[in-house]
Structure formats: C-alpha cells, structure tokens
Nanobody, 122 residues
Framework: VQLQASGGGLVQIGDSLRLSCVAS???????MAWYRQSPGKVREFVAA????????YYADSVKGRFTISRDNEKNTIFLQMSSLKPEDTAVYYC?????????????????WGQGTLVTVSS
C-alpha cells in the first residue's frame, strides 16, 4: 500500500485547509488516520476514521475544528481543518491501520504516507 498525502501549505491564523491522502492498493475494510509531527516533538495522533466511515475519532486539541472523512470509491481520506492555530503547524501524515488496536495507537498502523507540511503563520 502506498499513501500519497497532499494539500499542505502556508496559511494564516483562523484559515481553513483541506488535506487529502490517496491510497494505492488495499483500501477497503481498513481504518485510516492522520497524525502530525511538529519540529522537536514526537508524532501525535490527530484523527481517525473506521471502515466504511461511520465512526470518527479526534485528539482533544483538534476536536470541533478538524473533520476527517473518506471517499471509498476514490480510495481517499480527507482532513478538513478550520480555525487553524500556530500550534497546528506540523508535517501531517496519513496512515492505514494494519492491526487491531485503539485508533490513537501508532503501533496499530502499518503504512504511512510521506507527509505534507502545514504552516500556520501569525
């Protein structure tokens, strides 16, 4: 499975941005997630969505501002980000769940995209 993330960029505080991640290979029956990593920090969970998309999970820091969704016909997941803050600045990675675990457990994800950089400028 290859995951290709895109949509990052430089935005202002309060702006919105939508990230996309296209999967080539197995996509059906797989949970998917977004993680992020800021400079000098460990990678952290952002949001996840189950198959086929009835359940979503969010980190407290993004709840109410970010929305994860998926288009199963296009093997794509999205992360709609709004009310962006400087602390949202990070490289955002999409990931595919490989094994049973909590959705915020990185060990449960076996495939990772290359990341897309989001910079929120003040």
């Amino acid at each position: 499975v290859q995951l290709q993330a895109s949509g990052g960029g430089l935005v202002q505080i309060g702006d919105s941005l939508r990230l996309s991640c296209v999967a080539s290979g197995i996509f059906s029956r797989k949970g998917m997630a977004w993680y992020r990593q800021s400079p000098g920090k460990v990678r952290e969970f952002v949001a996840a969505i189950n198959w086929p998309g009835y359940s979503t999970y969010y980190a407290d820091s993004v709840k109410g501002r970010f929305t994860i969704s998926r288009d199963n016909e296009k093997n794509t997941i999205f992360l709609q980000m709004s009310s962006l803050k400087p602390e949202d600045t990070a490289v955002y990675y999409c990931a595919q769940k490989l094994r049973a675990s909590d959705y915020d457990d990185q060990q449960g994800y076996g495939f990772w995209g290359q990341g897309t950089l989001v910079t929120v400028s003040s």
